[in-house]
């Protein structure tokens, strides 16, 4: 999935306050309009089968002094309880804005990266292990969260 969310605001902070938010499906529509919202619904569907979606989450994640870098370390959500099957995340930012942030599955051949990469998207069910890569800067990306 490449370039869905190119009518997004360039700068994401302007509809996103805090680190997280969850938003309806109609807001997403409001943003986005109704075609770039099917195209996410579709590749949902197509990457994760026919589940029912759970939530709609803009998210914010940077690192607490300006000249430093954050990361996020490798990870799985099977334990969590009450929590999504599956995700697919959405790299909102303009890809000036941030430096690395890439994106890691483990697979049994080694780790893959997922090149993050502005209105490009990554399914993943929820016993993947992933990380993401030491970045500098601000992330934000659209996760789509779904349940079977």
Request: glycine share 8%; net charge negative; charged share 20%.
């Amino acid at each position: 999935m490449t370039h869905l969310i190119a009518s997004l605001p360039t700068r994401p902070s302007a509809i996103l306050g805090s680190i997280g938010s969850f938003i309806k499906a109609s807001e997403l529509i409001s943003i986005i309009g109704e075609e770039k919202f099917k195209d996410i619904h579709n590749f949902v569907h197509e990457s994760l089968g026919m589940a029912l979606v759970s939530g709609i989450v803009l998210c914010r994640v940077h690192a607490d002094i300006i000249d430093s870098f954050a990361t996020m370390d490798w990870h799985i959500h099977e334990k969590i309880s009450n929590f999504k099957e599956g995700t697919v995340a959405i790299a909102l930012n303009a890809d000036e804005d941030i430096t690395g942030g890439d994106l890691y599955y483990l697979r049994h051949d080694g780790p893959v990266k997922a090149q993050r990469s502005q209105g490009k998207g990554y399914a993943h069910s929820y016993n993947i292990l992933n990380s993401v890569e030491d970045y500098k800067g601000t992330r934000y990306s659209l996760h789509v969260h779904v349940n079977r």
